[in-house]
């Protein structure tokens, strides 16, 4: 079966749709798309920003730190027994002036006795025996000669060992003031903590993000992206200083934010919907109206169809749609007259001029143009308007005209408005030319000779085929008229070619192929037998019309 054709109501209602919703759904998904996609570009940027700037200050501090154990640790090893804390104060001034806190630097010997502390104290987790095993000494016995980073119950230390002989021989312990590193972290718009590689927290701007022993949570260790803990959503950015043992997390709560984006999409739905409710009645309104003389054109012309003459147009909306009313109604008002005169006739010539008027009237014919204009009429108005002024030229032309013969100019430029509505009905798939001598032009023809043979190439020669091109051809040849129609479209077979050609010369027609034989039999009753038809053509190479009638000067 075919695809099902909608009514040009149902068209116009779903065009306007179409081109009302979309757009405007199409937007809103776009601006939300950026909002988020500009709103994390800059979050990821600020938080990512912030954790550099942490991570090389805390770098920039620890460096100060680790050179100054270096060097206090030189004089150590040079002086040995005889080392005096003059000799090592002077290096702890200079570094750590710029903090306002020296700090607890102590010296040891390999047992864990103090030689001396520059706060004249010394932790029990660097003195106690039962730590020598542990800690901050496991650090300085795993860490040969290296000058190592160790945080150990909340206090975070450099330390080196110094050794002669292939044993330790005294142990340097600093202890680097909080204050120094809480200075560091600053205070910034986001979480942020200083860890050590193992989670644990040294400073933090938060006591949140953290478990019961001190660590920084499972779900926020060593990871950098989105983070959901519980019902809260996080961005973290975590970063390794190099060769310090610490990472620097920073994290921001975005639920707040993710929630706005929800409301935002959800009022954004909201909005969308109300305006699809509106959209849908104002277009059945709009559609009803504007639709409503289209719609009295088709029930016309399906009653029509049917036999029904007795029906008329009384179209007042707009200038193009009046004038095929009007014209409508004088086709109508003219076919009725001539099939009354017919009823009187008995000459087959008049008989035949009133069946050729009726084919040239056929309403599919008239449907379907109108059909063609009901779209263009959205999608490209000056194109409606041309189809329109050219179907009204065909129909002045066929009913106005009482003549039965006309000049070779006249029916070309009848052709023409034929012509103008195939060009915009099939745009590029159709392209044609017009070869006629011009000393043929004031010639008589039998009227509407030429538009049939057209007609019928476009009617059988787009079988299956995506382009057709048609010429037109007029000439004069030993006292006769010469026009060729010749088409490169879906071409006939060679038995249907023979059934047409035996078919032109019955008294009646046999075939539902009448289109060739009512011109051919026309052609013969107005010149009594001295015209003809002739048809040429091969399957999938096109088909050509011949005709050929005496040469009759206007």
């Known amino acids: 079966m075919g695809k099902e054709v909608r009514s040009f109501h149902e068209n116009i209602k779903r065009i306007f749709m179409r081109f009302a919703l979309l757009p405007v759904a199409s937007i809103a998904a776009i601006l939300l798309v950026m909002f988020v996609f ?16 942490i991570s090389e200050k805390l770098s920039g501090i620890m460096d100060n730190y680790i050179s100054m154990v270096d060097e206090t640790a030189q004089i150590v090893a040079r002086e040995g027994l005889s080392i005096e804390a003059d000799d090592i104060y002077p290096i702890i001034y200079e570094k750590t002036a710029e903090y306002g806190d020296i700090g607890n630097y102590v010296l040891l010997s390999s047992d864990g006795s103090v030689i ?44 080196k060992g110094i050794y002669q002989n292939d044993k330790l021989f005294r142990a340097i312990v600093y202890i680097i003031p909080g204050e120094v590193i809480s200075s560091a972290v600053g205070d910034k718009g986001r979480y942020v903590f200083v860890t050590d590689k193992n989670g644990w927290i040294y400073a933090s701007n938060t006591k949140g993000l953290r478990d019961s022993f001190g660590q920084i949570r499972d779900e926020l260790f060593a990871k950098t992206g989105y983070i959901r803990s519980g019902t809260t959503t996080y961005y973290s950015y975590m970063t390794d200083i190099p060769g310090k043992n610490l990472r620097v997390y ?93 009823k009187e006739l008995e000459h087959n010539a008049a008989f035949f001029q009133v069946k050729q008027l009726e084919s040239q009237f056929n309403p599919h014919f008239l449907f379907n143009t109108l059909d063609n204009i009901r779209f263009m009429a959205k999608i490209d108005e000056k194109a409606a308007d041309k189809m329109i002024v050219s179907l009204s030229g065909l129909l002045r032309y066929s009913i106005r005209e009482i003549r039965e013969e006309v000049t070779v100019r006249e029916d070309l430029d009848n052709l023409q408005y034929y012509l103008n509505i195939l060009q915009i009905r099939f745009n590029k798939r159709f392209s044609y030319s017009i070869d006629v001598s011009e000393d043929i032009m004031d010639c008589l023809i039998p009227k509407l000779l030429l538009q049939p043979l057209l007609e019928n190439s476009v009617k059988y020669g787009f079988a299956g085929r995506e382009k057709l091109n048609v010429k037109i051809k007029g000439y004069l040849l030993t006292g006769q008229l010469i026009f060729i129609c010749d088409d490169d479209g879906a071409g006939m077979d060679e038995a249907l070619l023979n059934e047409i050609k035996a078919n032109l010369n019955e008294p009646a027609n046999k075939s539902s192929h009448y289109g060739l034989y009512n011109i051919n039999r026309r052609i013969n009753l107005m010149y009594n037998g001295s015209a003809k038809l002739d048809i040429m053509g091969k399957k999938g190479e096109g088909t050509l019309i011949r005709i050929t009638i005496p040469k009759k000067k206007g």
Not at 39 to 44: A, K, L, Q, R
Not at 138 to 144: A, C, G, T, V
């Open 116 to 159: 001396f502390s520059s706060k004249d104290y010394a932790p029990v987790f660097i003195t106690g025996q039962e730590y020598l095993n542990w800690g901050v000494w496991r650090k300085i016995r795993d860490n040969e000669g290296i000058t190592s980073v160790v945080l150990y119950e909340g206090n975070l230390c450099v330390t």
């Open 250 to 342: 920073t994290v921001n709560d975005v639920t707040g934010s993710i929630r706005i984006v929800i409301m935002l999409a959800a009022v954004i739905v909201v909005i969308f919907t109300a305006i699809s409710i509106i959209t849908v009645k104002s277009t059945e309104i709009s559609s009803e109206r504007l639709t409503k003389d289209i719609k009295k054109m088709a029930d016309a012309f399906e009653e029509v169809q049917k036999g029904n003459l007795d029906v008329s147009l009384n179209i007042s909306s707009s200038k193009e749609f009046q004038i095929i009313g009007n014209d409508f109604n004088e086709m109508l008002g003219g076919l009725k007259n001539q099939i009354e005169q017919n």
């Open 38 to 53: 500009l709103w994390n570009m800059f979050m990821v940027a600020g938080n990512r920003k912030d954790n550099t700037e």
